[in-house]
T-cell receptor, first 116, second 113 residues
Framework: AQSVTQLDSQVPVFEEAPVELRCNYSSSVSVYLFWYVQYPNQGLQLLLKYLSGSTLVKGINGFEAEFNKSQTSFHLRKPSVHISDTAEYFC??????????????FGKGTRLLVKP | DGGITQSPKYLFRKEGQNVTLSCEQN?????MYWYRQDPGQGLRLIYYSQIVNDFQKGDIAEGYSVSREKKESFPLTVTSAQKNPTAFYLC????????????FGQGTRLTVV
């Protein structure tokens, strides 16, 4: 079964500094990869996704992520963060079980705290 | 606007009572999912359904039940057998067969007292 590891539970960073949130997944077979953002007491919103093609994926709000198959990683980056980026970020991977269809497996989340 | 509606947003129940959380979508998606979120635990899959009248257990199905009688609806019942039901519950859906993105509702926060 697939698994997702988000290496940092919390990342503090100053406003306008760059940030990287790290994500590794378990399987080297073809997968879809996702980053979602969650604001307090809300659902999840898709930031970006990798399905195939270019390994550098651009998303909303200035975020981007790079798919690295050999390292089974999908790290999220932003060159300059804003206070409004303070939120919980989740990395996810598609998972297919024989006879049971697709589901999405999530990491434990990384809390990004942007300080003024 | 198309989307996923979870209701209610906040729910309080006494210990030992069953409670049903509603999830409705008008995205015409075949697949629907229920996740539980606890602080520091991320999202854990409870049940999922690929088509009407069919569903599978996820990683933490014990103490929960679901039904999928209509494409638009996937209600989750938290039974009295669930030992620690207080949590934030999220419903999601995706389009088959591509499953290239999960769309989420706004969640229901269940508190059992």
């Amino acid at each position: 079964a697939q698994s997702v590891t988000q290496l940092d539970s919390q990342v503090p960073v100053f406003e306008e500094a760059p940030v990287e949130l790290r994500c590794n997944y378990s399987s080297s077979v073809s997968v879809y990869l996702f980053w979602y953002v969650q604001y307090p007491n809300q659902g999840l919103q898709l930031l970006l996704k990798y399905l195939s093609g270019s390994t550098l994926v651009k998303g909303i709000n200035g975020f981007e992520a790079e798919f690295n198959k050999s390292q089974t990683s999908f790290h999220l980056r932003k060159p300059s963060v804003h206070i409004s980026d303070t939120a919980e970020y989740f990395c996810a991977v598609s998972d297919k079980k024989e006879g049971q269809g697709f589901s999405f497996i999530f990491g434990k989340g990384t809390r990004l705290l942007v300080k003024p | 606007d198309g989307g996923i509606t979870q209701s209610p947003k906040y729910l309080f129940r006494k210990e030992g009572q069953n409670v049903t959380l509603s999830c409705e979508q008008n995205l015409n998606h075949d697949a629907m999912y229920w996740y539980r979120q606890d602080p520091g635990q991320g999202l854990r899959l409870i049940y999922y359904s690929q088509i009407v009248n069919d569903f599978q257990k996820g990683d933490i199905a014990e103490g929960y039940s679901v039904s999928r009688e209509k494409k638009e609806s996937f209600p989750l019942t938290v039974t009295s057998a669930q030992k620690n039901p207080t949590a934030f519950y999220l419903c999601a859906s995706s389009m088959r067969p591509e499953n290239t993105e999960a769309f989420f509702g706004q969640g229901t926060r269940l508190t059992v007292v």
